[in-house]
């Protein structure tokens, strides 16, 4: 028998097209032999709290090795850092009704999130099952190959035939009340049609967006349509049957759809539609069913409302095409049967990535160059000092030396010409073109002695540190690395230490502070930018101690915690502060600042979306300060050295 492990974000229950479809599936499944387990997640999503994340992550861990999961796109998208540690171990399909920075109402730093989130999420999937065509085309765009994708269209449940031959028509709308389904726009054009006779009803919950539901009831009453429009609610499956056999034309007024199953139902009751172009709905409506007028359109929408209200003839002849229609539509068998057999082959690909790392513990090479001055600037002189003393009496042969996440080599080109010789360094890092480069750069260095660096490269993943990594070496090195890991990662990386008998440098930790300020500005408006620099920054250091694929992160905590346990093994452990300090009015520094303020305004963001709109003007105000060139910032940092006992 196939096992399923089938998770949605929140109640499975809900009467939306995307738990309906997948409602529909796992009743299939189970019908043809499957044994589905479904999950529904707390939390909110898909702007995803500790609540949602917590609730995935135990989720996914309780799953046994290979185990076969599908996980629905509104409950994955937001959470790329929790499916990534299981990529290597559970068969992971996403099931994508429509990318999340495709949904209405997003501003541009709320859709540019979700897109980042989206993307790196997917590529943790063995496959992709999408609704429609349309969403497939959108997830190729992110990155899915396209032999990893399949789509599955939903299949339509059997629908009582509608007469819809009435007078005075009446206009159905099945569609919950938010942004995207556009009935605003409807009820707008609705106004403009209100000589005509006709009657409404939108079906739909009011709950997922209690605000945009009541624009669209004031809509309703300011302009008098109160008595020819109502509001229904969500509607249960009987009455949801009797409201399409009683309807005359069905109306979608939807913004964007990943694929619009009601359009399939109404087509099922034998109604004739009018729609939109919105996303996939431009493939969904057959020819000859209905109209399509562009999204959020009011005047073409409204013209085509008083051509089919107005003309019963042509809304006749649309009927009769729907029911033509109609006996071509799949039914939910099929669709059950399809989305099986995407299963079977999905599941059986290699994984998509060759690694379980977090999208935020993954450094692009223009990020590692830009920020590689103000590293060298920042470093600590005295422990590096401190640790050449200590290496000096063992320089009779090779020091060994281990650079763990070595990146483009920025360790090794700041140390090497600063410690004694002759040096043996090994670079470690996930990345292998990344890796090459690093060990390519590092064959021109030279030891404080004048010896030519001997440099080897090992491949492997430290979000599971391997003790074994560490033995043979004398000197254990890494910078902008421990911020990243969690308590038992630092545990790990301590009694390895130990063991090994060899000495640790670690540099450039965050530790939390970070200054900004405008030279230009007046002392109250100093004190404001302070107050929004330190909202920012709680919010960043917030989002810092998110679970980067190896645990629940320290951040900033995560220098004096490695101390301690180091201390607490025997080790002479020294910390010394290594702030960056730059400059608007130097180039180079005004770029990593620019780079800096980005990446502050997109994690504080994603720790508090309710609060984008603020840390977004907070963004425009400091890079309008930057251009100036009236901007001073100071980040601070933490370097660490620790000496073993006993040498």
Known sequence: MQRLTFIVAGDPAQRTGGYLYDAHIVAQLRHGGWQVEVIGLAGRFPDADEVARDALRAALSSLPDDSLVVIDGLALGGLPETVAPHAQRLRLIALVHH?????RGLDADQARRFER??????QSMRGVITTSRFTARRVTGMGVAAARITVVEPGVAPQPLAAADRTPPRLLCVATLTPRKGHDVLV?????VADLHWQGDFVGSATRDPRHADRVAALILGHGLEDRIRLRGECAEAELHAAYAAADLF??????????????EALAAGLPVLTTTGGALADTLPPGTGLAVPPGDIDALAQALRRLLANPVERLVLRDGARVARVRLADWTQAGATFATALERLSGLPPACSSSLHPDTVFDADWLALRRAADHAARDPRLNALAADWLAPLGQRPLRILDLGTGSGSNPHYLAPRLPGPQRWTLLDHDPALLARAVESCHHLNDRDGHALAVEARVADLQTLDPSLLAGFDLVTASA?????????????AEACREAGCALLIALSVDGNWRIEALDNTDSARQADATEDAFVRAAFNAHQRRDKGAGRALGPDAAPRLAALLQARGFAV????????LSSTAPAQAALA??????????????CPEAHQRIAAWHRRRLSELARGALRIEVGHLDLLALPPGR
Request: glycine letters at 4%; hydrophobic letters at 50%; charged letters at 25%.
């Open 481 to 493: 690395l421990l911020d990243l890991v969690d308590e038992r990662w630092l545990q790990r990386l």
């Open 188 to 192: 707008e054009a609705l106004a403009r």
């Open 574 to 581: 020294a910390l010394a502060p290594s702030p960056w300090r």
């Open 594 to 607: 620019r780079a800096l303020m980005d990446g502050w305004r997109e994690a504080a963001a994603e720790q």
């Open 117 to 122: 989130q989206e993307t790196a999420a997917l």
């Open 99 to 103: 990318p999340l920075a495709d949904e």
């Open 251 to 264: 109306v979608l007024p939807s913004h964007y759809e990943g694929y619009g199953m009601v359009i399939s």
